[in-house]
């Protein structure tokens, strides 16, 4: 069975931490794009960041540049966000998704598998 389970959110105060992780079962992770995305209430599906299949290419919104990083640990099928500097724009539910083929993409149609979400809060 072809499985993505986010984990990891919760609340934090702004200036916070937060490392999220994805983990995958039924794909290797670095056989396809891994996207991190968001969506707030009342707001579209984002894509936050990305990191491609073979050569680990990563990406990033403009608005979390800097703050936040991707990761992929092949020996966990594990793909992680860590964010730094949480804001009080950034609270969402974040998914991650799979893609196949290496290239990420900023839009959630291309991809095929995706996490149940994990709550980030942001709040002091």
């Known amino acids: 069975q072809v499985q993505l389970v986010e984990s990891g959110g919760g609340l934090v105060q702004p200036g916070g931490s937060l490392r999220l992780a994805c983990a995958a079962s039924?794909?290797?992770?670095?056989?396809?794009?891994i996207g991190w995305f968001r969506q707030a209430p009342g707001k579209e599906r984002e894509g936050i960041s990305c990191?491609?299949?073979?050569?680990?290419?990563?990406y990033y919104r403009d608005s979390v540049k800097g703050r936040f990083a991707i990761s992929r640990d092949n020996s966990q099928n594990t793909v992680y966000l860590q964010m730094n500097n949480l804001e009080p724009e950034d609270p969402a539910l974040y998914y991650c998704?799979?893609?196949?083929?290496?290239?990420?993409?900023?839009?959630?149609?291309?991809?095929?598998?995706w996490g149940q979400g994990t709550q980030v809060t942001v709040s002091s």
């Open positions: 998704a799979f893609k196949d083929g290496e290239k990420c993409s900023d839009y959630p149609y291309p991809y095929n598998v």
């Open positions: 039924g794909i290797t992770l670095d056989g396809g794009a």
């Open positions: 990191i491609s299949g073979r050569d680990g290419t990563t």
